[in-house]
């Protein structure tokens, strides 16, 4: 299995523009995560789906941050309009449930910078 | 609100040595915990997990035990090794389904 595959791995972008991060999940995996990583607050969880309905999105940000996951393969998180405080490494999960049972996967991450 | 702490935030030590990384949360009401190790520039991989009804998993020379009630985990890494140098994070999942990590501690380990 190819694991968590995200893209794109970098982002650099100038504030005010829309960017589109998108992740492909383990194969048979009905559970996925958005997570972002910046220094300062560590690895956060945005927000989760399972069976591509979200569940928890309250760690989403502001109204700014949207995500969908349109299929069981397929999910984006969209930040319109970025702006430079957006800059991090966003990281994407997948697991077989959200039951104790289950390890998350992550996929190798989406740098993104906002100028 | 369930908060995750690790100590130390950086470790160095010379290759061979036996290590002790420490995690503690504020709630013991959890499903499981887990080991990461993340690489610079990469993302984390999962190193072991261990469920809230377990004391503690083993894999290869990295042993991991859990006290839910004092609500403390430790990593023991033995015969470190210079390729064990990476960053290791610490999360619980709570009830809820949501993995809350600790702010992780950076390992060296010096040839």
């Known amino acids: 299995d190819a694991g968590v595959i995200q893209s794109p791995r970098h982002e650099v972008t100038e504030m005010g523009q829309e960017v589109t991060l998108r992740c492909k999940p383990i194969?048979?995996?009905?559970?996925l995560f958005w997570y972002r990583q910046t220094m300062m607050r560590g690895l956060e969880l945005l927000i989760y789906f399972n069976n591509n309905v979200p569940i928890d999105d309250s760690g989403m940000p502001e109204d700014r941050f949207s995500a969908k996951m349109p299929n069981a393969s397929f999910s984006t998180l969209k930040i319109q309009p970025s702006e430079p405080r957006d800059s991090a490494v966003y990281f994407c999960?997948?697991?077989?449930?959200?039951?104790?049972?289950?390890?998350?996967?992550f996929g190798p991450g989406t740098r993104l910078t906002v100028l | 609100k369930q908060e995750v702490t690790q100590i130390p935030a950086a470790l160095s030590v010379p290759e061979g040595e036996n290590l002790v990384l420490n995690c503690s949360f504020t709630d013991s009401a959890i499903y499981n915990l887990q080991w990461f190790r993340q690489d610079p520039g990469k993302g984390l991989t999962s190193l072991l997990l261990?469920?809230?009804?377990?004391r503690e998993q083993t894999s290869g020379r990295l042993n991991a035990s859990l006290d839910k009630s004092s609500g403390r985990s430790t990593l023991y890494i033995a015969a470190s090794q210079p390729g064990d140098s990476a960053t290791y994070l610490c999360a619980v999942m709570d009830q809820g389904g949501k993995l809350i990590f600790g702010q992780g501690t950076e390992l060296s380990v010096k040839p």
């Open positions: 261990i469920q809230s009804s377990q």
């Open positions: 999960a997948s697991s077989l449930g959200t039951s104790g049972l289950n390890e998350q996967f």
């Open positions: 194969s048979g995996h009905n559970s």
